[in-house]
């Protein structure tokens, strides 16, 4: 009884946090050792399953126009800029303020390649009483644990990442050719921002804002548990 509350406790993160048919490929070898395997075996086999879910969800971000084809996720002109790309486009160079902005969210393609080891090592760190507290919690509760568990690594591991994506893009090249370009203007007040910081926020942000956007379907939408166990287990939540 208690290795099947294992389970039930675990899926939540599990499927709110990946592919939910990687889901699905995966339950049926874990719940026909359950009554041969410890609680801590059939927990390592959920989280390694877990950590191939997070490796698929971060991939959509990091594919080319992950994030600026993705509405969700786009990263816009920081407040200080928006005045560069008015600017820019009232001077009749609208397409440089448009190759930035894309440049920027190509940074942040990059970026988020280096997450998933970050998040491994979180699911890693889970406890029976945080799986408990997930499978109750709200819609976001999964998303909320990885946010609190990896914020502090993320930032540190995105910022250099981020800071040498600018050069690797070729996004260093163009950004210090919109800055002289609208610097350049009369009557304007010089800019020098810090776009690094900037992206390595936005980056994070979208990343648990699509983990957020999984999670909550499987816990609100009925029609997307498509197997009778996950059924069961989101109908613990349910009757909550």
Do not use: H
Request: aromatic share 6%; glycine share 6%.
């Amino acid at each position: 009884m208690k290795k099947t509350f294992l389970i039930l406790a675990c899926m939540p993160l599990f499927v709110g946090c990946g592919s939910l048919q990687e889901v699905v490929n995966q339950l049926p070898s874990v719940l026909e050792t359950a009554t041969t395997l410890g609680q801590g075996d059939i927990a390592t086999g959920l989280k390694e399953a877990l950590n191939k879910g997070i490796t698929t969800q971060v991939s959509k971000l990091t594919a080319t126009d992950g994030f600026y084809k993705n509405e969700a996720v786009k990263i816009l002109m920081p407040d200080e800029l928006k005045k560069v790309d008015t600017a820019l486009r009232a001077a009749g160079l609208g397409s440089l303020a448009d190759e930035g902005l894309k440049y920027i969210n190509r940074t942040a393609e990059d970026a988020v390649k280096t997450a998933t080891p970050i998040f491994v090592d979180a699911i890693k760190g889970m406890s029976f009483t945080d799986a408990k507290n997930i499978l109750m919690g709200d819609n976001k509760a999964a998303t909320t644990y990885l946010q609190n568990s990896t914020q502090t690594a993320l930032y540190s591991k995105f910022s250099p990442v981020i800071s040498n994506s600018y050069a690797k893009v070729g996004a260093d090249k163009v950004w210090t050719n919109i800055i002289n370009k609208y610097n350049s203007l009369p009557l304007v007040k010089k800019v020098n921002p810090d776009l690094t910081a900037y992206t390595t926020e936005k980056a994070m942000e979208g990343v648990f804002k699509m983990i957020a956007v999984e999670e909550q379907n499987i816990r609100t939408n009925t029609a997307s548990r498509t197997t009778a166990l996950l059924q069961k287990v989101f109908a613990m939540q349910d009757a909550k």
